[in-house]
Protein backbone atom coordinates (compact mmCIF):
# COMPACT_ATOMS: atom_id res chain seq x y z
CA UNK A 1 0.00 0.00 0.00
CA UNK A 2 1.08 3.61 -1.11
CA UNK A 3 1.94 6.46 1.68
CA UNK A 4 -0.71 8.37 0.11
CA UNK A 5 -2.96 5.62 -0.07
CA UNK A 6 -2.27 4.98 3.42
CA UNK A 7 -2.59 8.51 4.52
CA UNK A 8 -5.98 8.71 2.77
CA UNK A 9 -7.15 5.98 5.34
CA UNK A 10 -5.55 8.01 8.35
CA UNK A 11 -7.14 11.33 7.63
CA UNK A 12 -10.78 9.12 6.45
CA UNK A 13 -10.34 7.93 10.41
CA UNK A 14 -10.12 11.29 11.75
CA UNK A 15 -13.07 12.64 10.51
CA UNK A 16 -16.47 12.82 12.25
CA UNK A 17 -20.27 11.67 10.61
CA UNK A 18 -22.64 14.63 11.58
CA UNK A 19 -26.16 14.52 10.76
CA UNK A 20 -28.70 17.20 11.64
CA UNK A 21 -30.99 16.69 14.87
CA UNK A 22 -34.45 18.19 15.69
CA UNK A 23 -34.66 20.97 17.98
CA UNK A 24 -38.52 20.91 18.92
CA UNK A 25 -38.28 24.02 21.45
CA UNK A 26 -38.00 27.73 21.27
CA UNK A 27 -34.77 29.83 22.25
CA UNK A 28 -34.69 31.98 25.06
CA UNK A 29 -35.40 35.12 22.68
CA UNK A 30 -38.65 33.31 21.52
CA UNK A 31 -36.98 32.35 18.01
CA UNK A 32 -36.98 29.28 16.26
CA UNK A 33 -34.42 26.96 17.27
CA UNK A 34 -31.36 26.67 15.44
CA UNK A 35 -31.18 23.06 13.41
CA UNK A 36 -28.07 20.95 15.73
CA UNK A 37 -25.25 18.66 14.12
CA UNK A 38 -25.09 15.80 16.18
CA UNK A 39 -21.27 14.90 16.32
CA UNK A 40 -20.62 11.46 15.91
CA UNK A 41 -16.66 9.79 16.33
CA UNK A 42 -15.68 6.87 14.10
CA UNK A 43 -15.11 3.70 16.25
CA UNK A 44 -12.21 3.90 18.33
CA UNK A 45 -11.49 8.09 17.11
CA UNK A 46 -10.30 10.25 19.63
CA UNK A 47 -10.93 13.29 17.58
CA UNK A 48 -13.05 14.62 15.18
CA UNK A 49 -13.90 18.10 12.93
CA UNK A 50 -16.92 18.95 10.96
CA UNK A 51 -16.61 22.00 8.85
CA UNK A 52 -18.91 25.05 9.28
CA UNK A 53 -20.35 28.40 7.86
CA UNK A 54 -21.57 31.47 9.68
CA UNK A 55 -23.30 33.69 7.33
CA UNK A 56 -23.67 37.38 8.76
CA UNK A 57 -23.98 39.03 12.19
CA UNK A 58 -26.40 37.13 14.30
CA UNK A 59 -25.83 33.65 12.86
CA UNK A 60 -25.16 30.50 15.11
CA UNK A 61 -24.02 27.12 14.19
CA UNK A 62 -25.02 23.97 16.92
CA UNK A 63 -23.36 21.00 17.44
CA UNK A 64 -24.45 18.66 19.83
CA UNK A 65 -21.49 15.37 21.34
CA UNK A 66 -22.05 12.46 23.85
CA UNK A 67 -19.34 12.53 26.23
CA UNK A 68 -19.25 11.14 29.72
CA UNK A 69 -18.34 11.94 33.08
CA UNK A 70 -14.42 11.46 33.62
CA UNK A 71 -13.71 12.19 30.01
CA UNK A 72 -11.45 14.79 29.26
CA UNK A 73 -12.64 16.99 26.20
CA UNK A 74 -11.19 19.54 24.04
CA UNK A 75 -13.38 21.83 21.42
CA UNK A 76 -10.92 23.91 19.17
CA UNK A 77 -12.66 26.41 16.38
CA UNK A 78 -10.12 27.42 13.55
CA UNK A 79 -11.01 29.95 11.01
CA UNK A 80 -10.91 28.81 6.98
CA UNK A 81 -12.07 32.32 6.32
CA UNK A 82 -9.33 35.64 6.10
CA UNK A 83 -10.00 38.42 8.61
CA UNK A 84 -13.02 36.32 10.06
CA UNK A 85 -12.54 35.47 14.16
CA UNK A 86 -15.23 32.85 15.86
CA UNK A 87 -16.09 32.66 19.09
CA UNK A 88 -17.57 29.73 21.13
CA UNK A 89 -19.79 28.06 24.22
CA UNK A 90 -19.84 24.63 25.73
CA UNK A 91 -22.99 23.73 27.31
CA UNK A 92 -23.18 20.70 29.68
CA UNK A 93 -26.35 18.60 30.13
CA UNK A 94 -27.20 20.74 32.73
CA UNK A 95 -26.63 23.60 31.46
CA UNK A 96 -23.02 25.15 33.23
CA UNK A 97 -21.69 26.80 30.07
CA UNK A 98 -18.07 27.52 29.37
CA UNK A 99 -15.89 29.29 26.20
CA UNK A 100 -14.64 32.49 24.85
CA UNK A 101 -13.38 33.58 21.38
CA UNK A 102 -11.94 31.15 18.59
CA UNK A 103 -9.31 28.40 19.12
CA UNK A 104 -9.26 26.15 21.95
CA UNK A 105 -12.86 27.49 23.90
CA UNK A 106 -12.80 24.31 26.07
CA UNK A 107 -10.65 22.31 27.67
CA UNK A 108 -11.84 20.51 31.12
CA UNK A 109 -12.27 16.83 32.36
CA UNK A 110 -16.22 16.77 32.19
CA UNK A 111 -18.07 15.76 35.41
CA UNK A 112 -21.56 14.76 33.50
CA UNK A 113 -22.79 12.63 31.43
CA UNK A 114 -24.67 13.22 28.27
CA UNK A 115 -25.28 15.26 25.42
CA UNK A 116 -22.95 18.74 25.71
CA UNK A 117 -23.66 21.51 23.08
CA UNK A 118 -21.35 23.47 21.24
CA UNK A 119 -22.76 27.05 19.68
CA UNK A 120 -20.28 28.28 17.17
CA UNK A 121 -20.77 32.30 16.13
CA UNK A 122 -19.05 35.30 14.74
CA UNK A 123 -16.50 37.10 17.04
CA UNK A 124 -17.50 40.42 17.33
CA UNK A 125 -14.58 41.40 19.19
CA UNK A 126 -11.85 40.11 17.23
CA UNK A 127 -13.38 41.35 13.56
CA UNK A 128 -15.81 43.34 11.67
CA UNK A 129 -16.47 40.18 9.65
CA UNK A 130 -19.37 38.31 10.21
CA UNK A 131 -19.31 35.53 8.20
CA UNK A 132 -16.79 32.61 6.80
CA UNK A 133 -16.46 29.74 7.47
CA UNK A 134 -14.79 27.22 10.25
CA UNK A 135 -13.78 24.00 11.34
CA UNK A 136 -14.74 22.53 14.49
CA UNK A 137 -12.47 20.20 15.98
CA UNK A 138 -13.57 18.11 19.22
CA UNK A 139 -11.25 15.86 20.90
CA UNK A 140 -12.88 13.67 23.62
CA UNK A 141 -10.49 11.28 25.32
CA UNK A 142 -10.50 8.87 28.67
CA UNK A 143 -9.48 10.34 31.82
CA UNK A 144 -7.07 7.74 32.56
CA UNK A 145 -5.24 8.94 29.58
CA UNK A 146 -4.80 12.32 30.02
Known amino acids: MSLHRSGFYLMAA??????????????AAGKAAHAVRRIRFIGGALSAQTPGVLRGRGAEAFFVVKAAAGQHMLVNLISRTAGFGTAGTVKSPSG????GPGGVIFNARLSETGDYTIRVAPDQMASTQYQGRFILEVVIVPGDRY
Open 96 to 99: KQDG
Open 14 to 27: LCVFSAPVAVPSKG
